[in-house]
């Protein structure tokens, strides 16, 4: 173990130390190459429009919850390869509860295809192969060193008593580098920050290499830059391949700060006592309409479109 890292150091100097663009080096090293099109074009051809992202979980009708209580009652959704879905709402609403029916921690009812296969029918390692779930804590409360916590994304490959591959132990340290933890990966998990371990388990996350990533509101430890840096390097994760194949990534996210997920979701999921209040589609969707639906939800709000570099950006405010 490294004596010269220091528990409070700033997460802000890990990601000075890696770009952007090497970031996404190095999640495409990893995840894999992208499929490569070949297309013929002319200077009278017109472009042809994007293919619509495949579904990679479908969720219909899902009811859920703790015993004799029901938290989730016929909620229904999809979420696609390539993209962030928000899941929003106040607390209690079911969104934790949502993440866990999903990993068949909590049984429900209804239905739940994951790239079109019923989770009911998956066995348990199948499940671990093409879900990776990530809590609010991690739940790790041994010392042992960052490269071991991301080497335990394997878990689901490895047989009995099988110790990680040298190629393993190569894409753990690669994963961490694109994180910007490299230099941490002899550190012992537990003398990390809060931020610190949401960046190891980021990277236990890209070698796991599952379809769908579910999420528990990954920005709560995290201050106001970093919490936008993790989604960018969620974001980086799951368009590291061609969305419109086969083995493309989606994302399922429980969000705290509903400004986080107007920026970064393609999807959002509002929530209210347990049953889905409205789909938004932020990129595409009214202003009035998204307003109406929110204020549902959080209270009366506005929404601002702020134009910047030919982005839009929505602004959440509260009415007053």
């Known amino acids: 173990m490294s004596n010269n890292i220091h528990k409070n150091s700033s997460i802000d100097t890990i990601f000075r130390q890696t770009s952007s663009s090497q970031r996404r080096t190095d999640f495409r090293s990893i995840q894999g190459s992208a499929s490569s099109h070949n297309t013929l074009a002319s200077e009278s051809a017109k472009p042809a429009e994007p293919a619509e992202p495949p579904i990679c979980l479908q969720v219909s009708s899902l009811s859920a919850g703790y015993g004799r209580s029901l938290i989730l009652k016929d909620v229904s959704f999809c979420a696609k390869q390539g993209e962030i879905t ?72 490895l047989g009995l008593l099988e110790q990680p591959s040298r190629a393993q132990k190569e894409k753990a340290r690669d994963a961490l580098r694109a994180v910007g933890m490299e230099s941490y990966a002899e550190q012992d998990y537990q003398t990390l920050s809060e931020g610190q371990k949401q960046l190891c388990i980021l990277a236990r996350t890209i070698v796991e290499d599952a379809s769908l990533l579910l999420l528990d509101e990954p920005e709560s430890s995290l201050d106001f830059p970093h919490r936008h840096r993790v989604m960018e390097l969620l974001t980086e994760i799951i368009r590291g391949q061609d969305p419109s194949c086969a083995d493309g990534k989606a994302a399922l996210v429980t969000l705290h700060d509903p400004q986080l997920a107007l920026e970064y979701c393609s999807r959002l999921v509002l929530l209210k006592d347990g049953v889905c209040t409205a789909i938004l589609h932020p990129a595409a969707d009214r202003l009035s309409d998204m307003e109406a639906a929110l204020s549902k939800v959080y209270g009366s709000v506005r929404l601002r479109a702020i134009e910047e570099n030919g982005r839009r950006s929505l602004i959440l405010l509260p009415r007053v």
């Not at 990530?134 to 335990?152: E, F, K, Y």
């Open 86 to 157: 928000g899941l929003l709402g106040p607390n209690g609403c079911g969104k934790t509860t949502l993440l866990r029916a999903l990993c068949r921690q909590l049984p429900f009812t209804g239905s739940c295809l994951l790239n079109g296969q019923p989770l009911e029918q998956m066995s348990s390692r199948q499940l671990a192969r093409q879900i990776s779930y990530i809590p609010q804590r991690s739940g790790i409360a041994i010392s042992m060193p960052v490269t071991d916590v991301v080497l335990m994304g394997f878990n689901p490959v």
